[in-house]
């Protein structure tokens, strides 16, 4: 079974509020670019990462697609059309949401989605310590899921950085709503944390 199928059955088979797919009766958001060069940034977390930012605005350079969940089969023809670029991916750091990375990477292939967080860099830039950030075990379904995690991104370290995929390890996860709580003025800080990433550079 390719990784693509192997995500999808795992999702159909343990609907239980973790692994949640995308239901085509409820919308995305979506927030265009002026820019036909612009990146999509594509989150799972649309209510906490808009809800962060406020008035701080998005750049009229930046593109938005956001919405729970493992998207259909219908929605990512949509999503693949509106990203003319390159994609950036953010959500919780979770087996969920990493699971759904991966499938997104393996269906927009051709347009090489880049991880932007939750990672180590990520939280770098918006000053915030993994060790004093609220961290929640996994839950079973999660714990179950990690052997899968594992073969569809091997390369799971390097995209979330040590710290990060240690945390992972120790059967724990991070969820965007605790990393922005703890951010003094998260709407500047979001943008650019996002940025940061999206440049290729790393923490210290």
């Not at 605790?178 to 800080?189: D, I, N, Q």
């Not at 979001?190 to 210290?204: D, F, H, R, T, W």
Request: glycine share 8%; aromatic share 6%; hydrophobic share 40%.
């Amino acid at each position: 079974m390719s990784p693509m199928k192997s995500i999808e059955s795992w999702f159909a088979k343990h609907d239980d509020g973790e692994f949640v797919r995308h239901v085509r009766t409820v919308p995305y958001l979506v927030i265009g670019s002026t820019a036909s060069d612009s990146p999509v940034l594509f989150t799972t977390k649309p209510a906490a990462v808009l809800g962060a930012i406020g008035g701080a605005q998005i750049p009229s350079e930046l593109a938005v697609v956001g919405g729970c969940g493992l998207p259909t089969a219908a929605d990512i023809r949509w999503i693949a059309r509106f990203i003319r670029t390159n994609v950036l991916f953010l959500g919780d750091l979770d087996p969920p949401d990493l699971l759904i990375f991966a499938w997104l990477r393996e269906q927009l292939r051709r347009k090489q989605p880049k991880f932007v967080g939750i990672s180590d860099p990520f939280l770098h830039a918006l000053g915030v310590q993994l060790s004093r950030s609220p961290t929640i075990p996994f839950t079973p379904s999660e714990r179950e899921s990690v052997p899968l995690l594992d073969s569809v991104l091997p390369d799971l370290p390097r995209l979330v950085g040590s710290a990060c995929a240690r945390c992972l390890r120790d059967g724990l996860k991070l969820e965007m709503e605790g990393v922005l709580g703890a951010v003094t003025k998260p709407g500047r800080s979001i943008l650019k944390a996002i940025k940061y990433v999206e440049s290729g550079q790393s923490n210290p």
